[in-house]
């Protein structure tokens, strides 16, 4: 399955955002979809998954700020986040597995391009 990520941007601190994740190539609903990021000189970070029937886990981070879904329709898993702050600039990824689920980057087969969120202080 091919990804691709889009929606970021700059944003102030405590501002919302919402990121996209389009997928193509196979069938959308067959696969645990994810949200993780990168911050410079750091290493991938878990932000949250959605599993193939719904479920779903954030990382302790963004819990309560961050909502993930998925509209199997449109072949899109989305990533709503509000209450923005610095910490939360990174890279951020979005992944598709079709088995494995959790919240180890190795677990995840197919990975979009990244789209640069940015919270201005």
């Known amino acids: 399955v091919q990804l691709q990520a889009s929606g970021g941007g700059l944003v102030q601190t405590g501002g919302s955002l919402r990121l996209s994740c389009a997928a193509s190539?196979?069938?959308?609903?067959?696969?645990?979809m994810a949200w993780f990021r990168q911050a410079p000189g750091k290493e991938r970070e878990f932000v949250a998954y959605i599993s193939r029937f719904g479920g779903t886990l954030y990382g302790d981070s963004v819990k309560g700020r961050f909502t993930i879904s998925r509209e199997n329709a449109k072949n899109t898993v989305y990533l709503e986040m509000s209450g923005l702050n610095p910490v939360d600039t990174a890279v951020y990824y979005c992944?598709?597995?079709?088995?494995?689920?959790?919240?180890?980057?190795?677990?995840?087969?197919?990975w979009g391009q990244g789209t640069l969120v940015t919270v201005s202080s």
């Open positions: 992944a598709g597995s079709s088995a494995g689920l959790s919240n180890n980057v190795r677990s995840w087969d197919y």
């Open positions: 190539g196979r069938t959308f609903s067959n696969y645990h």
